[in-house]
Structure formats: structure tokens, C-alpha cells
């Protein structure tokens, strides 16, 4: 068995849930402004075959929205489900990405996120799992 203080465990989860949760938030807000980066580059040219004008014309504040969505999850009760939540979208990101071609270091970067995420989520599972016992 391995032995865990309570009060660092619970600090490194308050601090993950807050970071991980307004990161989505603040990179969601920023595809309505484009201030850190022209998000549009980052839109699968399939997304304008297969998709809408309508759609394809405003994928990045759809987007945006998704994550923001996301980061409120991770922020309210169901962290852990949020965590998950974003672990998945970054999986969706990451394919739009090989459909793009020539990113794998932001490939990369996102696998790298993505296995945060997953872990974030499965940290806020052992949390639970031991306050019930």
C-alpha cells in the first residue's frame, strides 16, 4: 500500500483543476479574438468539403465554445468527467491535425496534453474512490 499525504494530494488536484480547467477557457475565449494565434490555420481543409458553409465559415468559434464548455465541467463538480472530456477533444484535435499534415510537433504536443488530461482524470478518480471508503 502506498502511503500519500492527504493535504499535498488534495493541494496538487485544486491546483491541476484550476489550470486545466481555465486553460480550456482562455484558449476557447481566444477564438473569438485571435490573440494568441490565427486558429483558422489549424482548420482541416476537409472541414470545407464536408462540412456546411455555414459551419466551415465559423468552425473556430464553434470551437471555442466546445472548449470553454469543457473548462466549466472541469471547473464544477465533474472534474473528473471533464478531464476525460478534453482528453477526447484533444484526440479529435489531434486528427484534424494529421489531416492538415506538416504539424507534428503540435501533434505531438497535443498527445503529450491529451495524456495529462487522461491522468488529471484519473488522479480526480482515486480522490473520489478513496473519500468514499
Given at each position: 500500500m502506498?502511503?500519500?499525504?492527504?493535504?499535498?494530494?488534495n493541494?496538487?488536484?485544486?491546483?491541476?483543476?484550476?489550470?486545466?480547467?481555465?486553460?480550456?477557457?482562455?484558449?476557447?475565449?481566444?477564438?473569438?479574438?485571435f490573440?494568441?494565434?490565427?486558429?483558422?490555420?489549424?482548420?482541416?481543409?476537409?472541414?470545407?468539403?464536408?462540412?456546411?458553409?455555414?459551419?466551415?465559415?465559423?468552425?473556430?468559434?464553434?470551437?471555442?465554445?466546445?472548449?470553454?464548455a469543457?473548462?466549466?465541467?472541469?471547473l464544477?463538480?465533474?472534474?473528473?468527467?471533464?478531464?476525460?472530456?478534453?482528453?477526447?477533444?484533444?484526440?479529435?484535435?489531434?486528427?484534424?491535425?494529421f489531416?492538415?499534415?506538416?504539424?507534428?510537433?503540435?501533434?505531438?504536443?497535443?498527445?503529450?496534453?491529451?495524456v495529462?488530461?487522461?491522468?488529471?482524470?484519473?488522479?480526480?478518480?482515486?480522490?473520489?474512490?478513496?473519500?468514499?471508503?
Amino acid at each position: 500500500m502506498l502511503a500519500i499525504n492527504e493535504n499535498k494530494f488534495n493541494t496538487l488536484c485544486t491546483v491541476l483543476k484550476y489550470v486545466y480547467g481555465l486553460v480550456p477557457i482562455l484558449i476557447g475565449v481566444d477564438k473569438f479574438f485571435f490573440y494568441i494565434v490565427d486558429w483558422n490555420i489549424y482548420v482541416s481543409p476537409l472541414v470545407g468539403i464536408y462540412a456546411p458553409a455555414i459551419i466551415a465559415s465559423h468552425v473556430a468559434h464553434i470551437v471555442g465554445v466546445v472548449e470553454i464548455a469543457a473548462g466549466c465541467i472541469i471547473l464544477s463538480q465533474w472534474t473528473r468527467f471533464g478531464a476525460y472530456l478534453v482528453a477526447a477533444w484533444i484526440g479529435v484535435v489531434i486528427v484534424n491535425l494529421f489531416t492538415i499534415g506538416g504539424m507534428y510537433d503540435i501533434i505531438l504536443r497535443d498527445v503529450a496534453i491529451a495524456v495529462g488530461y487522461a491522468t488529471f482524470g484519473m488522479l480526480i478518480e482515486l480522490k473520489e474512490t478513496a473519500q468514499q471508503q
